[in-house]
């Protein structure tokens, strides 16, 4: 069966850092397109970055550019999104995606096939 979840999520003061973990269970992380996609209350969910299946080419949002970045620990079937400089506009819940089709980055959610159940970040003092 396979299944992604997330964890690392949490209150953060503004400029803190947090690291977000998607740990894959019935495939192999590594031989697919993998996302961080992101949904504030009120807004749609929107791509933060990808890593690609076949060169590992990445992706980033504007918004995180610079901030963010986002890699895998094939030994362990992870893919992290370290997350430093965090703003109050960061806070959203945090989904990690799996494309099994895509060849390179992905920043389309309705192309994703498998989804976690998400974690909560909040940036606030």
């Known amino acids: 069966q396979v299944q992604l979840v997330e964890s690392g999520g949490g209150l953060v003061q503004p400029g803190g850092s947090l690291r977000l973990s998607c740990a894959g269970s019935?495939?192999?992380?590594?031989?697919?397109?993998i996302g961080w996609f992101r949904q504030a209350p009120g807004k749609e969910r929107e791509v933060v970055a990808c890593?690609?299946?076949?060169?590992?080419?990445?992706y980033y949002a504007d918004s995180v550019k610079g901030r963010f970045t986002i890699s895998r620990d094939n030994a362990k079937n992870t893919v992290f999104l370290q997350m430093n400089r965090l703003k109050p506009e960061d806070t959203a819940v945090y989904y990690c995606?799996?494309?099994?089709?895509?060849?390179?980055?992905?920043?389309?959610?309705?192309?994703?096939?498998?989804w976690g159940q998400g974690t909560q970040v909040t940036v606030s003092s």
């Open positions: 890593i690609s299946s076949s060169d590992s080419s990445t």
């Open positions: 995606g799996a494309d099994i089709e895509a060849m390179g980055t992905s920043m389309i959610s309705d192309e994703y096939n498998y």
């Open positions: 019935g495939f192999t992380l590594e031989y697919n397109t």
